[in-house]
T-cell receptor, first 113, second 109 residues
Framework: DADVTQTPRNRITKTGKRIMLECSQT?????MYWYRQDPGLGLRLIYY???????NKGEISDGYSVSRQAQAKFSLSLESAIPNQTALYFC????????????FGPGTRLTVL | TQLLEQSPQFLSIQEGENLTVYCNSS?????LQWYRQEPGEGPVLLVT?????EVKKLKRLTFQFGDARKDSSLHITAAQPGDTGLYLC?????????FGKGTKLSVIP
């Protein structure tokens, strides 16, 4: 079984809709992250969380919100989706110790029409 | 803001050839990682380098961290079609990673 899972894997929605992407992990890591990936722009950090009570904005947090429901669960919400939020979204985890190596989920392909 | 620049952006080679891709920054990183991403999947960690001048080998892949810990290279010997993918480098800061935009490698059989 995969250590980091994301649901859904694909989603097509319309402008203005609320969307939630979910991430679960069985690695026992404290740190969790949400990234988006766009062609030519690479991976950009949206939000990150170091434990259940900790939420931090990343490079591109506008238009997004997150919830850390438990150590193993970290969800990303788009309150009112817009077309330029069409992208690949990845959840990742890392251990408190070590060199911040990240373990990624398989990604969610989101299309906003 | 710490930036990582990867070159080349795209690389297409024949099976059996050797290649080197680069990851450069003006910033010093405490460690640097290389990931490979295949279409439809998330990036997968290949290696972490920590010490300036460090060289690590993973089968046909050789990773080197610059002496000043600002740059790194990835050399692939006798490339195989299975090496095809997007290679990403990332530098570790105090609490998060900075990612380069990647090198997209295609190995033609």
């Amino acid at each position: 079984d995969a250590d980091v899972t994301q649901t859904p894997r694909n989603r097509i929605t319309k402008t203005g809709k609320r969307i939630m992407l979910e991430c679960s992990q069985t690695k026992g890591h404290d740190r969790m992250y949400w990234y988006r990936q766009d062609p030519g722009l690479g991976l950009r950090l949206i939000y990150y969380s170091f434990d259940v009570k900790d939420i931090n904005k990343g490079e591109i947090s506008d238009g997004y919100s997150v919830s850390r429901q438990a150590q193993a669960k970290f969800s990303l919400s788009l309150e009112s989706a817009i077309p330029n939020q069409t992208a690949l979204y990845f959840c990742a985890t890392s251990d408190l110790w070590g060199n911040n190596e990240q373990f990624f989920g398989p990604g969610t392909r989101l299309t906003v029409l | 803001t710490q930036l990582l620049e990867q070159s080349p952006q795209f690389l297409s080679i024949q099976e059996g050839e050797n290649l080197t891709v680069y990851c450069n920054s003006s910033s010093v990183f405490s460690s640097l990682q290389w990931y490979r991403q295949e279409p439809g999947e998330g990036p997968v960690l290949l290696v972490t380098v920590v010490t300036g001048g460090e060289v690590k080998k993973l089968k046909r892949l050789t990773f080197q961290f610059g002496d000043a810990r600002k740059d790194s290279s990835l050399h692939i010997t006798a490339a195989q079609p299975g090496d095809t993918g997007l290679y990403l480098c990332s530098g570790a800061g105090s609490y998060q990673l900075t990612f380069g935009k990647g090198t997209k490698l295609s190995v033609i059989p």
